[in-house]
Nanobody
Framework: QVQLVESGGGLVQAGGSLRLSCIAS????????MGWFRQAPGKEREFVAT????????YGADSVKGRFTISRDNAKNTVHLQMNSLQFEDTAVYYC????????????????WGKGTLVTVSS
């Protein structure tokens, strides 16, 4: 049983940065891969990034590689997504997720989901 709560979303101008945070509560946090997904209006949910309990990472689309960085602090039960050089196309609701592995997460499967935090990038 894992509860996930995201924070850090908001309005930012194109070219700016935001840092999303997700705090996890429950048992066996260190055994979960964590990830971030996003969903823009009218579009399907998109895989953004994932990180294993030991810190191995996988990123999604080329558009986020080099701009977004996922990290986790197991001692604080938190996962972060640092987003730099934000573009209008990054506007979406960003969801924190927990799953059994980073490859499974990359495939779009997770066991637990947060409610999401809205990121709006103005052009």
């Amino acid at each position: 049983q894992v509860q996930l709560v995201e924070s850090g979303g908001g309005l930012v101008q194109a070219g700016g940065s935001l840092r999303l945070s997700c705090i996890a509560s429950g048992r066996s946090f260190t055994n979960y891969a964590m990830g971030w997904f996003r969903q823009a209006p009218g579009k399907e949910r998109e895989f953004v990034a994932t990180i294993s309990w030991s810190g191995i990472t996988i990123y999604g689309a080329d558009s986020v590689k080099g701009r977004f960085t996922i990290s986790r602090d197991n001692a604080k039960n938190t996962v972060h997504l640092q987003m730099n050089s934000l573009q209008f196309e990054d506007t979406a609701v960003y969801y924190c997720a927990a799953g059994t592995g980073i490859r499974t997460m990359r495939g779009g499967t997770a066991d637990y989901w947060g409610k999401g935090t809205l990121v709006t990038v103005s052009s």
